[in-house]
């Protein structure tokens, strides 16, 4: 009996959150194989005499706030040096370069992704609980005909891969609002320690981990916290002078992002950012098609 009023109600939320729905999903695409694309092997070794000679060649001051290292561009990143504020390395030389990489739109579709370019951080929550409700709606419509037609095949296919569709916004949810279900720190804590240059945090993170596997190193809440790769699933640490912290993992992040595998994450991110681009592109033509079919029926008025 609902059923006509929930289909209704599912088509106009896809128009009205069409454009940044798109947006999302393209964005999404293009950072599911971020993960994947950083486990590509460096062309030469990323060692602890290798960081440190940059850092003092580029940074002999250590004002450095922090690292990235992109082994699908072949680069170190120091970051907070250099009149521009971030001097790119080449991990084959280890001489200074200036040449555009797949680093330069992973960060376009992660600005896309989280904030559609501009500071519209609203419009993306509000299309992400949108597409939560699409999913609901989609539910309350019933189980799909198995039909051979357009709208047959865009059924079936929101209802094979509904866990992943409801799990992506309900996780990119949890980081927009900061849940990461992880323990809170306890209020009132020890005072926070002194900043430790990034040159004596380097040493400290290659004797647990091969720096091949480190993606960032960088303040986080006053701490130091290393991103590193461990058995296909990036990890944050936190360097102190004392050694190696790991906190605890935040699961809605390393799921919405992929990161809780490589491999794993990478694909299943790809398939679903294909899967959500193939229902937003068929809802639209069904809808185009209903609209069309509704006005070719009306009657045409008599020739006198």
Do not use: C
């Not at 030389?93 to 040449?99: K, P, Q, S």
């Not at 559609?116 to 609980?129: F, Q």
């Not at 804590?189 to 290659?206: D, F, K, N, S």
């Not at 647990?208 to 596997?213: F, G, M, P």
């Amino acid at each position: 009996m609902l059923k006509p009023y929930w289909l209704r109600f599912h088509r106009w939320i896809t128009l009205v959150f069409a454009l940044p729905l798109i947006a999302l999903i393209l964005s999404g695409l293009v950072l599911s194989i971020e993960p994947l694309a950083q486990r590509t092997r460096p062309v030469a070794p990323v060692t602890e005499a290798s960081v440190l000679a940059a850092l003092r060649k580029f940074d002999p001051e250590a004002k450095a706030t922090g690292l990235t290292i992109r082994t699908y561009d072949q680069l170190m990143t120091l970051n907070g040096v250099g009149p521009d504020g971030s001097v790119d390395v080449s991990l084959r030389t280890g001489e200074e370069i200036d040449e555009p990489g797949w680093a330069d739109w992973f960060g376009t579709a992660r600005q896309l992704h989280e904030r559609l370019l501009l500071d519209l951080g609203w419009l993306v929550t509000a299309s992400t609980i949108a597409m939560l409700v699409l999913a609901l709606l989609g539910v309350l419509m019933g189980w799909p005909r198995l039909r051979n037609t357009l709208g047959g095949w865009h059924s079936v296919a929101a209802w094979v891969f509904l866990p992943l569709i409801v799990l992506s916004p309900l996780t990119g949810l949890a980081i927009a609002f900061g849940i990461s279900l992880t323990p809170a720190a306890p209020a009132g804590g020890a005072a926070r320690p002194a900043r430790l240059p990034l040159a004596e945090a380097i040493p400290l993170v290659a004797r647990a981990h091969d720096l091949a596997d480190l993606t960032s190193l960088r303040l986080r809440g006053g701490r130091l916290l290393a991103r590193v790769y461990v058995d296909n699933r990036l990890t944050g640490v936190v360097v102190t002078r004392e050694g190696l912290q790991t906190p605890p993992m935040n699961w809605p992040r390393a799921l919405h992002e992929g990161n809780w595998h490589a491999l794993w994450g990478s694909g299943l991110n790809l398939a679903l950012s294909l899967v959500l681009a193939g229902l937003w592109g068929t809802g639209l033509v069904i809808w185009a098609k209903r609209r069309f079919r509704k006005r070719n029926k009306r009657p045409r008025p008599a020739a006198a």
